[in-house]
């Protein structure tokens, strides 16, 4: 069985309509994720990392985030949600993001936050997709190193049904 293709598009606010409709396509089907990152202007595009980058920092100037639903379980549940924040800030983003006043909402359990692999939080099942795509976008425009368009793009990895 094929995994069928990611799907792309652009949105500018977390309440747009496209976003929420695969947010609950990707939910309802308890598999696959998304990604988003900030739309960047040609002119400020940061240059791609050199090839002993791996020997430094970070190299998400752009930050990117995921969101994956938990899978289904039993009895009509679903593990929790698990969202992540790729950036190049360094390490502790979940202390500097509440010292810029957009704290990790109460009830995420922060399962990493390492300066090359980003910040990844578990939220609770029951959370509501758009608002925890508002906070992450919110979050990546507060690490986003280069200016930003104000527009978004998406790629859906839908799962295997």
């Known amino acids: 069985m094929s995994r069928p293709r990611p799907v792309e598009f652009e949105f500018g606010s977390p309440s747009d309509p496209e976003l929420a409709g695969q947010l609950a396509m990707v939910s309802l089907g ?3 994720w998304i990604n988003v990152e900030p739309i960047i202007d040609d002119e400020f ?3 791609e990392p050199g090839p002993f980058a791996f020997l430094g920092g970070s190299t998400h100037k752009v930050p990117v985030v995921t969101w994956m639903p938990g899978k289904h379980q039993g009895a009509g549940g679903a593990k929790d949600t698990t969202v992540g924040l790729q950036h190049a800030t360094g390490p ?6 509440r010292d810029l006043g957009r704290p990790v909402p109460e009830g995420w359990r922060v399962t990493q936050d390492h300066p090359r692999r980003g910040l990844v939080a578990s939220v609770p099942a029951d959370s509501e997709p758009l608002d925890v795509m508002g906070w992450l976008l919110g979050a990546a ?4 190193q280069v200016p930003m368009t104000g527009r978004w793009r998406a790629t859906v990895h839908p799962g295997i049904a």
Do not use: K, M, S, V
Request: net charge positive; proline share 12%.
């Open 30 to 32: 308890g598999t696959g």
């Open 45 to 47: 595009q940061p240059p």
């Open 92 to 97: 502790r983003l979940a202390w500097r993001l």
């Open 141 to 144: 425009e507060a690490t986003c």
